[in-house]
């Protein structure tokens, strides 16, 4: 588990997620950009979010080298379920995708993508999570829906997990 502090709260985000960037990082020239949406829960009587789910891409979404764009309807059902299953606990909380750059850095589409989500998503957080995961790191912000500001908490090597994990 990640767990990192932002303000006065923790955003603790399990590995499984990054894992599955990795696996998903555009290493060859032909690798298509993917996403999905981020998935936790906010935890009870304290001050921190737990991100331990996401959706992978579907049928219908778009992906092309340097664009990725799901579609809201088959990603809404998919976390329709995950809430249900989870007895309501879970929500939506983000948006990660990949990017064919080493170091990966937000596009002027992803920063206004970001805050048109801070204002419309339809999910009980203050807080979204929005990770891009580059071919040698990955990147986490979080974006504050009180008064929409986006901050970098987090940079990381996919390896570092991988010898966390072990
Ligand atoms: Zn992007």
Redesign the pocket.
């Known amino acids: 588990m990640l767990r990192i502090k932002y303000e006065n709260m923790f955003i603790n985000v399990e590995e499984t997620i990054i894992e599955e960037i990795r696996a998903r990082r555009q290493v060859n020239y032909q690798d298509k ?1 993917s996403g999905g949406m981020v998935i936790g829960s906010i935890v009870i009587n304290s001050n921190e979010i737990e991100i331990k789910d996401y959706t992978i891409p579907q049928i219908g979404d778009h992906q092309s080298r340097y664009r ?1 764009i799901r579609k809201k309807k088959t990603h809404n059902a998919i976390l329709q379920k995950k809430w249900m299953d989870s007895n309501g606990t879970v929500m939506y909380m983000g948006e990660w ?1 990949t ?1 064919p750059e080493n170091d990966p850095h ?2 002027q ?2 920063i206004r993508n970001w805050r048109k989500l801070l204002k419309k998503s339809y999910t009980f957080t203050d807080y979204l999570i929005f990770i ?1 995961g580059g071919i040698d790191s990955y990147k986490i912000w979080v974006g504050n829906r009180l008064n929409g500001e986006i901050v970098n908490i987090y940079k990381g090597a996919y390896d570092e997990i991988s010898s966390n994990s072990n």
């Open positions: 950009e990725f995708h990017h937000y596009s589409q992803d891009i």
